[in-house]
């Protein structure tokens, strides 16, 4: 399969409040910037003539764990987000940056992918999966979002399952990028449920265009963490086990350069102890033990990193990088290639880190969300109830709360009800809260839907055990 590179379809968006300089003059704010060396040679944009020996560059844009943040907006505060770093959040910020990139490094030569958790986090995506679902005909406004970022591909997140296959699914269709997983596979026939890979062709003057094969994959904790949601559906073989599988498979049908977006940490560690057979952040395992990749997107653990690891298997180095969450950071890879006995190989990379509270928000990507953001803040600031005093979650983390006794109260109230007229309706009811955000509380007076969804920003499935 073979797909063209989406062009950069505002060459106009440059006009605005923060020139390019600006932004690179900010990109380095809290210890963010160049981590590895460039290569010694200029480098064309890929979109030039390539002669023998000289040197193309390739670049990978990329964001992560964007969690249905569009705006620069607290939904659970009701104003513009801030936080200790002053980082600013959304995909819209993150978008300036790209289109910015683009310009500046010429749009053809750039690719630009997500590697996953996407459509759960916020009360918008919250809204149009569950309130005016997109199952019943309504477009998922980080659909709208990315589309007009332009993306080439993205992978999925483990929280993709969060709301359903039937909600996933819809959110799929409404995308104009595939979107990939080459380690979820269907429980009947042990094919991959989700395109696995995709090639973009990078085209060049008066050569061979540049063949970038695009892998995704995703931690296999869904099959824990979505059990409810995939069992007997889907399963989820580990990262490292299936890359083995399909790196090869990419090569074969022509890749030049093999590009992972992984929804996979790097500290080679797991949440679920021996509850399976497989890593959770296994991409430095990656990139470590599977042969022929070039570069890794990475996402899910919420941290930054800019670094290269060596294969075991054939020395080179693979670039790996993982941007901050929620658009704070895009992440930025370049690949510089030379022709090799007549074939395209990287030669060396480099990775940086782009702050996106050094810009504006993306006219476009507004412009597209607008509708969808208005209706959410009306839904959120809905008054549902009174509360007689504040219920502060601040120190949850090291004692007794009313907040959190709050969350376990009406955890247990609702599995007593599902247990009315069951053998088991005697027993006591005994519940778990964890203290998510230390932020939250419930004010005295009036209570909004946000207040009440800022006690527990996850949504997750209530089990009775």
Not at 37 to 46: E, H, I, L, W
Not at 146 to 166: Q, T
Not at 190 to 214: C, M
Not at 284 to 302: C, F, P, T
Request: net charge negative; hydrophobic share 45%.
């Amino acid at each position: 399969m073979s797909t063209d590179p989406t062009p950069d379809s505002t060459p106009g968006f440059l006009a605005s409040a923060a020139t390019r300089r600006q932004l690179l003059s900010l990109a380095a704010v809290g210890g963010v910037g160049l981590t590895t060396v460039r290569v010694a040679a200029p480098a064309t944009a890929a979109t030039g003539p390539a002669t023998n020996g000289e040197t193309v560059r390739l670049t990978v844009l990329g964001t992560t764990d964007l969690h249905g943040n569009v705006f620069n907006w607290d939904y659970f505060n009701n104003r513009e987000y801030d936080d200790r770093a002053h980082n600013d959040i959304g995909l819209a910020k993150a978008s300036s940056v790209i289109k910015m990139r683009r310009a500046d490094l010429g749009a053809a030569s750039c690719l630009t992918l997500d590697a996953g958790d996407t459509i759960q986090g916020t009360p918008l995506a919250y809204y149009y999966a569950k309130i005016d679902p997109i199952t019943s005909g309504s477009t998922h406004p980080m659909a709208a979002a990315m589309n007009a970022v332009g993306y080439d591909a993205a992978a999925l997140g483990n929280h993709e399952f969060n709301y359903g296959i039937d909600t996933l699914r819809a959110f799929e269709k409404q995308l104009d990028f595939p979107l990939l997983s080459a380690n979820t596979v269907d429980w009947n026939t042990g094919s991959p449920a989700f395109k696995p890979w995709v090639i973009k062709t990078v085209k060049l003057v008066d050569e061979k265009p540049i063949r970038v094969g695009i892998l995704g994959l995703v931690t296999p904790g869904v099959a824990i963490w979505d059990k409810a949601n995939v069992e007997g559906r889907l399963t989820f073989p580990g990262i490292v086990e299936q890359a083995r599988v399909m790196v090869p498979r990419l090569k074969a049908a022509g890749a030049d350069v093999v590009i992972v977006s992984a929804h996979s940490g790097t500290n080679g560690k797991s949440s679920w102890g021996d509850a399976l057979p497989y890593v959770e952040n296994a991409s430095r395992i990656l990139a470590e033990e599977v042969a022929g990749i070039d570069a890794i997107l990475v996402g899910h653990s919420h941290v930054e990193v800019a670094t290269k690891v060596t294969n075991k298997q054939t020395g080179k180095d693979v670039l790996v990088c993982e941007p901050l969450y929620w658009g704070m950071r895009v992440a930025e890879m370049t690949l510089s290639l030379q022709k090799v006995r007549g074939q395209w190989q990287v030669v060396d990379s480099s990775a940086q880190l782009w702050n996106a509270n050094a810009v504006p928000e993306d006219p476009a990507v507004t412009g597209a969300v607008k509708a969808a953001h208005e209706k959410v803040l009306g839904y959120v600031n809905g008054v549902i109830g009174s509360c007689t005093e504040a219920m502060s979650a601040a120190s949850s983390r090291y004692e007794d709360t009313a907040a959190m006794d709050f969350i376990n109260f009406v955890q247990a109230g609702a599995v007593k009800a599902a247990l009315a007229g069951t053998p088991e309706a005697g027993l006591p009811v005994l519940s778990i809260a964890a203290p998510f955000n230390a932020l939250a509380a419930i004010p005295a007076g009036d209570v909004t839907i946000r207040d009440v969804a800022g006690l527990y920003i996850y949504d997750n499935t209530l089990l009775g055990i």
